[in-house]
T-cell receptor, first 118, second 116 residues
C-alpha cells in the first residue's frame, strides 16, 4: 500500500478566496489524481497530475479554477480558486504506484480534505 | 465512456448476517479491473476487493467475495458475517487496463447500515 498525507484535513473558507491542498506520498509514484466528492455524492475525477508536464483535466474542470502542481514524484498540490459555496466538497488525492503493484491496478487514497465555503 | 451503476442507495443488514451489494457497468473493453472501495465516516477510501476481468474465478478476501458476471457486466459484493465495522459507503469502481488511463470511474455508492 501507499501512505498518503493530505493537508489541510478540513477548512472553512470565505467566498472568493483560494485554498491550496497538499498531497504527500511516502514513495515515488508515476501518476497522482485529484478527485472531488460533493456532499452525498460519488467521486469525480478533476485531473491527473503528471510529474514534469501539465496536468490533464477532465471535462468540466479547468486549470484556472483548479491549478495543479506536481514538482516531484512524491508531492502534488491542488488549488481551488475563487471559491464559491458550490465548491464545498471533499477533495481526495489518489496515487498509482510506479512499481511493486504487480499489475494489481488499484489506486490508493488519502484521507481527503473537507472544504466548506461560506 | 465507461459507466458504473449502483442501484441500491442504502442497504441494511443485521450483525452476523450476509448482505449483497449490486453493481453493473458498461464498457466496450475486454480487459479491465473492477473494485469495491469502502468509505467509512473517516472519509478515507479503503480498497475492499479487486477483480481482473480476464480472471474467471471470483475474488475473495476473508468475509468479502464478489460475483463477477462478465457477460452480464455485473459485479456484486457479498459481505458475510457482517460486523458493525462494516457500516460505511461502498463504491464500485472500474478501471481500464489498456493504454495509460489509470483513472477510476465510480458508481454512486451504497450506504450500508449494520444493526444489532
Amino acid at each position: 500500500s501507499a501512505v498518503i498525507s493530505q493537508k489541510p484535513s478540513r477548512d472553512i473558507c470565505q467566498r472568493g478566496t483560494s485554498l491550496t491542498i497538499q498531497c504527500q506520498v511516502d514513495s515515488q509514484v508515476t501518476m497522482m489524481f485529484w478527485y472531488r466528492q460533493q456532499p452525498g455524492q460519488s467521486l469525480t475525477l478533476i485531473a491527473t497530475a503528471n510529474q514534469g508536464s501539465e496536468a490533464t483535466y477532465e471535462s468540466g474542470f479547468v486549470i484556472d479554477k483548479f491549478p495543479i502542481s506536481r514538482p516531484n514524484l512524491t508531492f502534488s498540490t491542488l488549488t481551488v480558486s475563487n471559491m464559491s459555496p458550490e465548491d464545498s466538497s471533499i477533495y481526495l488525492c489518489s496515487v498509482k504506484r510506479t512499481s511493486g503493484s504487480r499489475g494489481t491496478g488499484e489506486l490508493f487514497f488519502g484521507e481527503g480534505s473537507r472544504l466548506t465555503v461560506l | 465512456a465507461q459507466t458504473v451503476t449502483q442501484s441500491q442507495p442504502e442497504m441494511s443488514v443485521q450483525e452476523a448476517e450476509t448482505v449483497t451489494l449490486s453493481c453493473t457497468y458498461d464498457t466496450s473493453e475486454s480487459d479491465y479491473y473492477l473494485f469495491w472501495y469502502k468509505q467509512p465516516p473517516s472519509r478515507q477510501m479503503i480498497l475492499v476487493i479487486r477483480q481482473e476481468a480476464y480472471k474467471q474465478q471470483n475474488a475473495t478476501e476473508n468475509r468479502f467475495s464478489v460475483n463477477f458476471q462478465k457477460a452480464a457486466k455485473s459485479f456484486s459484493l457479498k459481505i458475510s458475517d457482517s460486523q458493525l465495522g462494516d457500516a460505511a459507503m461502498y463504491f464500485c469502481a472500474y478501471r481500464s487496463r489498456t493504454g495509460t488511463a489509470s483513472k477510476l470511474t465510480f458508481g454512486t455508492g451504497t450506504r450500508l447500515q449494520v444493526t444489532l
